[in-house]
């Protein structure tokens, strides 16, 4: 393998190096020979510099493949998406691989890796579903960062001196792909009532839902979150996790209000969707389920499905979509409901009963 004849010519160059500027400390008259020897290593790292350098991540992973192609003479074949080659004495169990499916976004900590490594130990593999590629160089590692145009798993593997990553779309890892959206979050509260803001319990609801999809732990079933946390993400984000991970239901989990904000005798279960998505397994009929699952659980009035397609994460949705109006908060009765556990359970339990029917019914 020339690689690493290269690697050991490294290692051998860096001490003679060593060897030549104890040397000269001694033997002046050889200042000269050193000096040409620093000049042509400098001309070295200068060809790195103007060639590479300036790539953007993609670009330098094409570069490496044709270089490894010229240097080997032929491709280099391995089945996975990217292979990285290990830093020098770190095995593959090292590397950590960290992953936010919301933005589509993988960080690689390689440990050892100097601000260099991608160009001393090149990346290589296919670009295909990668938006863009950085490498970082931090103190003591570094990180590659890759953000894909699809939602992906990350499987990985490694041997002696490679890492390899590849891609699996959900569907390739489940039978079924759901994506739930806790409404509002971090600076949106939503709705406001008696201190108490939509976004907690829109998130109470959703972990609550969580919670029973983790103790089902049906492998066949993957579960998306567009947040976990009082965080808030971008509409844009919320509809592509689920338009980017090929789901087939998107549900949306939001409180309502009077159109005036003050409290009234309304109250019940609304259930939002796209009228113009005229599929037959489409949001209408997953609308419909969510309301008579919900209310069949927290024994709430049925205030019917009402079309939503003004709403952008409904509007924008190539998956089924329903946004649940659990309650409003604008009734006392129901405000008490929705802040109690018990009440947010018996609410989790009716969407997750709802999934399940929608994909009995063939979603
Ligand atoms: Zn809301």
């Known amino acids: 393998m020339e690689e690493k004849i290269l690697k050991r010519t490294a290692v051998f160059l860096t001490l003679i190096s060593v060897l030549i500027c104890g040397t000269i400390f001694y033997f002046p008259q050889l200042r000269a020979v050193s000096e040409l020897w ?6 070295y790292k200068l060809k790195i510099t103007a060639e590479q350098m300036n790539m953007t991540g993609l670009e330098l992973l094409e570069y490496n493949n ?33 992953q936010d ?25 296919r670009s295909d579903n990668i938006d863009s590629l950085t490498y970082e160089g931090r103190e003591g590692y570094g990180v590659v960062e890759i953000v894909t ?18 891609f699996l779309t959900p569907k390739e890892v489940y039978d079924k792909v759901i994506v739930i959206d806790a409404g509002h979050g971090g600076n949106a509260p939503g709705t406001t009532k008696q201190g108490v803001n939509e976004k907690d319990i829109d998130l109470d609801i959703v972990l609550k839902l969580k919670e029973i999809f983790d103790a089902k732990d049906d492998r066949s079933v993957g579960v998306y979150y567009t947040r976990t946390e009082d965080v808030n993400p971008s509409f844009e984000n919320r509809v592509g996790l689920a338009n980017k991970s090929g789901a087939d239901l998107f549900i949306s989990i939001h409180n309502n209000a009077t159109q005036s904000g003050r409290m009234s005798n309304i109250n019940g ?12 397994l489409g949001s209408r009929g997953l609308a419909q389920i969510c309301l008579e699952e919900v209310t069949a659980q927290t024994g709430s009035s049925n205030k019917g499905i ?25 009734n006392q009765t129901e405000l008490n409901n929705l802040k109690s556990e018990e009440y947010q ?19």
């Open 66 to 98: 044709e270089q490894a192609k010229q240097q080997e003479d032929k491709d280099i074949s391995f089945d996975s998406q990217l292979r990285l080659e290990l830093p020098l004495g770190v095995p593959g169990n090292e590397l950590k691989i960290s």
């Open 269 to 280: 279960t609304q259930v939002m969707y796209d009228e113009l998505d005229e599929d037959i």
């Open 345 to 363: 359970e018996k609410v989790a339990q009716g969407i997750y009963n709802a999934v399940m029917r929608a994909f009995a019914e063939g979603y």
């Open 101 to 125: 499916y919301v933005t589509q976004t993988i960080d690689i900590k390689i440990p050892f890796a100097d601000s260099e490594y991608f160009y001393h130990y090149p990346m290589l593999g």
């Open 38 to 43: 620093v000049a042509a290593m400098e001309e």
């Open 306 to 330: 009402v079309e939503g397609n003004d709403i952008f994460i409904i509007r924008s949705s190539h998956v089924p979509a329903a946004l649940i109006e659990v309650g409003f908060m604008t």
């Open 149 to 166: 145009s699809q939602v992906f798993e990350v499987e990985s593997s490694y041997d002696k001196d490679y890492f390899y990553i590849d």
